[in-house]
C-alpha cells in the first residue's frame, strides 16, 4: 500500500505589473499485489494494482492596482478531481530457465477513469465539468533463445509488446502556459495513445567481462499533441490537445563490463534514438513531419570501480556525456525557455564516490558530483542541473 503526496506553487509577476499566484495539491493512494508460482507449463506470476488521484487546484489574480485578488476556477488543472487507474496481469515462462529456447506471453487489463469537478470553459469563462473512462487489453510476447551450453551466457531475444496511455487530468483540463508565448486550454474529449514495440537484442559474458547490444522500434498512433486554435488569450497563442500525430521511435542501447585487473572493474553504457512524428509548426491547423519533441542525444556513461576483494569499501570515478541535441521539433525551435536556440548545448560531467558496508544490512556512501562545475542541462528540462555538489546516503536493507 502507499501514499503519496506532491504540491507545488508558483507566484508569477508580470511586466505590467499584474501578478498571478497558482498551485496544486494530489494526494495518490495506492495498492497493489503480486503472486507468483509453477505449473507443468512452467512458471507464472499476476498481479493487480489500483491507484486514485484526488487533486485540488487553485489560482488567485492579482489586478496591477494592489486591489482583492479575484479566485479563478481552476489552476493549472481541474479543481475538485479525481483520477483512477485499475490494472490487472498475467505472464508465464515456458519451458523455465533450463530449456534452450523460452516463450514469455503477457496480457494486461487497464481502466483509467477520470472526474474533473471544476473546469473552465475557455470561451465562455463559465464553470463546467468533465468526465471519461477508457480501458484497454494489450498483450506482449517474448523469445529468448540460448546459444551454446548452458552455463555460456550467451542469449539472444525478440519480442514484440503493445502499449497504451489514456489521457490525464493535464491533457484535458489544463489551464495554463505550456512552452514560450503559448497557453494551452481544456478539451472536452480525447482517445488513448496506442503503441507497438518491436526488440531484439542479445546478451554475451566471458570470465571477465560481458555485453548486452539491444535495439526497438515503436509505432505511434493517436499520439496526443497541442493543437493551435489561432485564437489568442492574454497576449499568448492558445492551443488545445487533440490525437492528431502518429509516428514512430528507434533506437540501439549498449552495456559493456571489463574486469581489466585485480579488483578493478569497466562499466560503459551508452544510447542513442530518433524519432519522428506529424506536428502543427504554425498557428495554422496543418501538419508536417518532424523530429519528435525533446529527442534524447547519444548519450552515455564510463565507469571505473575499485572494489578489494573481501573489504567493505569501494571507490568509483564516473564521467556522463550528452552529444549536442540539435534535433528539434518545430515546437522545441519555440521554446526558447526552456531550449537554447540552436539545441541544448552537450556535456561532459565528472565526479567520483565511495560507498562502505559497515554490515551486510547497512550501506553508507559519499560522492562529490559535477567536479569541475559545469553547466550543463538535461535537454528540454529547462532548468540547469546542480553545480559542484556533494551527496551522503545511508541505505538500511531489511
Known amino acids: 500500500m502507499s501514499r503519496h503526496v506532491q504540491s507545488e506553487a508558483r507566484d508569477r509577476v508580470r511586466a505590467d505589473g499584474r501578478r498571478d499566484l497558482s498551485g496544486f495539491e494530489v494526494t495518490t493512494w495506492g495498492v497493489a499485489a503480486e503472486?507468483?508460482?509453477?505449473?507443468?507449463?512452467?512458471s507464472?506470476?499476476?498481479?493487480?494494482?489500483?491507484?486514485?488521484?484526488?487533486?485540488?487546484?487553485?489560482?488567485?489574480?492579482?489586478?496591477?492596482?494592489?486591489?482583492?485578488?479575484?479566485?479563478?476556477?481552476?489552476?493549472p488543472v481541474a479543481d475538485d478531481a479525481t483520477y483512477r487507474w485499475l490494472g490487472a496481469f498475467a505472464q508465464t515462462r515456458w519451458p523455465g530457465d533450463d530449456g534452450p529456447v523460452e516463450v514469455v506471453p503477457g496480457v494486461r487489463y487497464s481502466r483509467s477513469e477520470l472526474r474533473a469537478g471544476r473546469t473552465e470553459d475557455p470561451e465562455t469563462g463559465s464553470e463546467v465539468s468533465r468526465s471519461g473512462s477508457w480501458d484497454t487489453v494489450v498483450g506482449s510476447l517474448r523469445v529468448v533463445g540460448r546459444v551454446g551450453p548452458a552455463d555460456a551466457g550467451h542469449r539472444v531475444y525478440a519480442g514484440v509488446s503493445q502499449g497504451f496511455?489514456?489521457?490525464?487530468?493535464?491533457?484535458?483540463?489544463?489551464?495554463?502556459?505550456?512552452r514560450s508565448d503559448e497557453?494551452?486550454?481544456?478539451?472536452?474529449?480525447?482517445d488513448p495513445e496506442r503503441f507497438l514495440t518491436w526488440e531484439l537484442g542479445a546478451r554475451t559474458q566471458g570470465d571477465r567481462w560481458s555485453l548486452e547490444l539491444a535495439g526497438y522500434y515503436t509505432r505511434i498512433r493517436d499520439l496526443i499533441v497541442r493543437t493551435p486554435t489561432g485564437r489568442e488569450i492574454g497576449g499568448n497563442r492558445e492551443v488545445t490537445k487533440t490525437n492528431a500525430s502518429d509516428g514512430h521511435v528507434a533506437g540501439v542501447e549498449a552495456v559493456a563490463t571489463w574486469a581489466f585487473a585485480r579488483d578493478w572493474n569497466l562499466r560503459l553504457m551508452g544510447?542513442?534514438?530518433e524519432g519522428r512524428v506529424k506536428e502543427f509548426p504554425t498557428e495554422e491547423a496543418v501538419l508536417r513531419d518532424q523530429h519528435i519533441s525533446r529527442l534524447m542525444p547519444l548519450t552515455g556513461q564510463m565507469r571505473v570501480t575499485w572494489n578489494p576483494e573481501g573489504g567493505a569499501w569501494s571507490w568509483s570515478a564516473v564521467v556522463d556525456a550528452a552529444d549536442r541535441a540539435d534535433r528539434l521539433s518545430f515546437g522545441d525551435e519555440r521554446d526558447t525557455q526552456r531550449i537554447p536556440p540552436g539545441?541544448?548545448?552537450?556535456?561532459?560531467?565528472?565526479?567520483?564516490?565511495?560507498?562502505?558496508d559497515p554490515t551486510e544490512a547497512l550501506q553508507l556512501s559519499l560522492a562529490l558530483r559535477n567536479l569541475a562545475d559545469e553547466d550543463c542541462r538535461i535537454h528540454g528540462s529547462g532548468v540547469n542541473e546542480p553545480g559542484r555538489q556533494l551527496v551522503a546516503t545511508a541505505r538500511w536493507a531489511f
Open 35 to 42: 503472486a507468483e508460482g509453477a505449473s507443468a507449463l512452467g
Open 44 to 75: 507464472w506470476v499476476a498481479g493487480a494494482d489500483a491507484y486514485v488521484d484526488r487533486v485540488d487546484s487553485f489560482r488567485l489574480d492579482f489586478g496591477a492596482d494592489g486591489g482583492p485578488p479575484r479566485r479563478a476556477i481552476q489552476g
Open 165 to 178: 496511455r489514456a489521457p490525464n487530468l493535464s491533457d484535458l483540463t489544463r489551464l495554463d502556459i505550456a
Open 183 to 190: 497557453i494551452e486550454t481544456p478539451v472536452d474529449d480525447l
Open 271 to 273: 544510447a542513442w534514438m
Open 343 to 356: 539545441g541544448t548545448p552537450g556535456y561532459v560531467v565528472a565526479g567520483i564516490e565511495v560507498a562502505w
